[in-house]
């Protein structure tokens, strides 16, 4: 079983950035691909981003709604995922989590992770 944490949410303006973490109990995160998802209540989850295990231009993944603004990398000395969040729009709000996958086929399917975070709330407010 792998504990995730995630770090970095908080109260933000429009256009400003955020740098979300996700650190694992064990050391062994850079064994996992590793994907953001957030969710705003009353709706479904959606996939943010996910980088492969190879951390290696093509292997990491954006939705249309981030691609541009979010850039999602790994530190595997630090045993961290982070996303950087540039240019937030008040849409970005929700609370967002960090999800490990052993394997990965479709980056953007939450059922193909195996551990997740609490979740870390990013508010884009003036």
């Known amino acids: 079983q792998v504990h995730l944490v995630e770090s970095g949410g908080g109260l933000v303006e429009p256009g400003g950035t955020l740098r979300l973490s996700c650190t694992a109990s064990d050391d062994r995160l850079a064994e996992y691909a590793i994907g953001w998802f957030r969710q705003v209540p009353g709706q479904e989850r959606e996939a943010v981003s996910s980088i492969h295990v190879l951390d290696m231009p093509g292997y990491t993944y954006y939705s249309n709604s981030v691609k541009g603004r979010f850039t999602i990398s790994r530190d595997n000395g630090e045993n961290a995922v982070y996303l950087q969040m540039n240019n937030l729009k008040p849409e970005d709000t929700a609370l967002y989590y960090c999800?490990?996958?052993?394997?990965?086929?479709?980056?953007?399917?939450?059922?193909?992770?195996?551990?997740w975070g609490q979740g870390t709330q990013v508010t884009v407010s003036l």
């Open positions: 999800a490990a996958a052993v394997t990965l086929f479709r980056w953007n399917n939450e059922d193909e992770y195996d551990y």
